[in-house]
């Protein structure tokens, strides 16, 4: 694509003296004539490109012109990257690491300890705790699929354990929570629908492409969440639970009591997911409302007893 050629002819620029228009044709592989409306273009877009005649002529950037005083602070840059090598070593992307090594060399050679202490600065790393390597391959593989528009199939299980083979035309990847979902197109309900990464199994790319739908993901969800029918939840948990419940929920939905019992007002969709979380309180925690919830939390809970008396 051509922005991303004049991207890169800049960055070659920036890290070097001079370089020659047939260097950069061959580089491309398109025709000298096409790298000089490129450097046009870029003139024009206020970088200064300096022409120099003879044999060791070529086209350079003006002496004493930074990139990052013009567009990006080092501040920013930094950032960018810290977020850039989070993401990188999940989806295995040669053209992420490219954008990393880019921008990598737009920050100034030596000095600031900005520059080189930024990889300590901040780590983002959305890899959660014992990764498994099959999630991680299902990841790169739709990522690369959502690129090329390649359709893909797999074997869904749905909350209530049932799989089903869908066909389904790979749109957004999204990182929610603790979780990677797809947002995706999906040919057997002719419809959008979201799918958790970790219930997908026999994923293989169908060789087929396919033209992007218009709809995005922010139209399926409403305030980050699946556009579907939520719960509202009175919980009351112990004093003991206190850092737990500070570290999970908004610190306007906790009441916290005289004696040092909370109660939390919170709203969620109504799913396995909901139990596991309220599980995982144990017995710091009860459900005030409503009922039926409460109900089936038991009923979990005794389930659990007899599996660990058998």
């Known amino acids: 694509m051509r922005l ?20 950069l044709s061959e580089k491309f592989e398109v025709s000298v004539r096409t790298i000089y409306r490129d450097i046009e273009s870029i003139n024009l877009a206020g970088i200064p490109i300096v022409s120099y005649q003879g044999n060791s002529g070529g086209f350079g950037i003006m002496e004493n012109y930074r990139l990052d005083r013009q567009v990006l602070t080092l501040k920013d ?20 690491d490219g954008a990393i090594e880019k921008i990598a060399s737009l920050l100034p050679r030596g000095g600031g300890s900005l520059n080189t202490d930024f990889g300590e600065q901040m ?13 991680k391959k299902i990841l790169h593989l739709v990522n690369e699929s959502i690129r090329d528009r390649m359709l893909i199939g797999f074997l869904y299980r749905n909350s209530a354990g049932k799989s089903v083979r869908r066909k389904i035309e790979p749109m957004t990847l999204i990182f929610k929570g603790y979780a990677w979902y797809l947002f995706a197109f999906c040919r057997l309900k002719n419809d959008y629908r979201l ?7 026999g994923i293989e790319v169908i060789p087929e492409h396919f033209s992007r739908r218009s709809a ?17 939840l009175t919980l009351e948990f112990t004093p003991e639970a206190r850092f737990m419940v500070e570290d999970y929920f908004d ?10 019992r909370m109660t939390v007002k919170a709203s969620f969709i109504e799913d396995e997911w909901v139990y596991s979380l309220l599980l995982s309180y144990g017995e710091k925690v009860r459900v005030v409302a409503p009922e039926r919830i ?4 038991g009923e979990k809970a005794k389930k659990i007893l007899t599996l660990c008396q058998t």
């Open 4 to 23: 991303d050629r004049m991207l890169s002819i800049i960055v070659m620029l920036l890290n070097k003296d001079r370089i020659s228009a047939k260097d």
């Open 77 to 96: 840059m930094t950032s960018i990257l810290s977020a850039l090598k989070g993401i990188s070593p999940t989806l295995e992307n040669r053209e992420l």
């Open 123 to 135: 780590v983002i790393d959305i890899l959660p705790w014992g990764y498994r390597k099959r999630q």
């Open 195 to 201: 799918f958790r990464l970790s219930r997908i199994s």
């Open 216 to 232: 995005s993901y922010k139209d399926y969800m409403k305030d980050g969440e699946p556009d579907r029918e939520k719960v509202d």
């Open 251 to 260: 610190e306007e939905s906790i009441e916290v009591k005289d004696d040092g």
């Open 294 to 297: 409460r109900k089936a939390l």
